[in-house]
Nanobody, 117 residues
Framework: QVQLAESGGGLAQPGGSLRLSCTASGIISLFSFYKLGWYRQAPGKERELVAGASRTGDIMFADSVKGRFTISRDNAKKTGYLQMNSLKPEDTAVYYC?????????WGQGTQVTVSS
């Protein structure tokens, strides 16, 4: 059974940085073919896509995080990353990672990110 374990969330001050990690355990065939996505959900709001990376290397970011967040992956470690810099209070949310390919999708359990002074 495939599971995604997230880590790296926590409390950061405005302007600070955090790095989220998402590691897959279990057997995933052709892991590099899976697209990586990072989502977040703030209280009272819908879950939104923050950043995504396709198997071909195409990367997208939500306008709200462009220039501040970067997304990367290490296929050998079956791990995806979200580097978050210049954090703002409005970045406060639960962050979820997602690996998907076709109709198959795996989700992390979510990690809380709180940006506050």
């Amino acid at each position: 059974q495939v599971q995604l374990a997230e880590s790296g969330g926590g409390l950061a001050q405005p302007g600070g940085s955090l790095r989220l990690s998402c590691t897959a355990s279990g057997i995933i065939s052709l892991f590099s073919f899976y697209k990586l996505g990072w989502y977040r959900q703030a209280p009272g709001k819908e879950r939104e896509l923050v950043a995504g990376a396709s198997r071909t290397g195409d990367i997208m970011f939500a306008d709200s995080v462009k220039g501040r967040f970067t997304i990367s992956r290490d296929n050998a470690k079956k791990t995806g990353y979200l580097q978050m810099n210049s954090l703002k209070p409005e970045d406060t949310a639960v962050y979820y990672c997602n690996f998907n390919r076709g109709t198959t999708a795996y989700w992390g359990q979510g990690t809380q990110v709180t940006v506050s002074s």
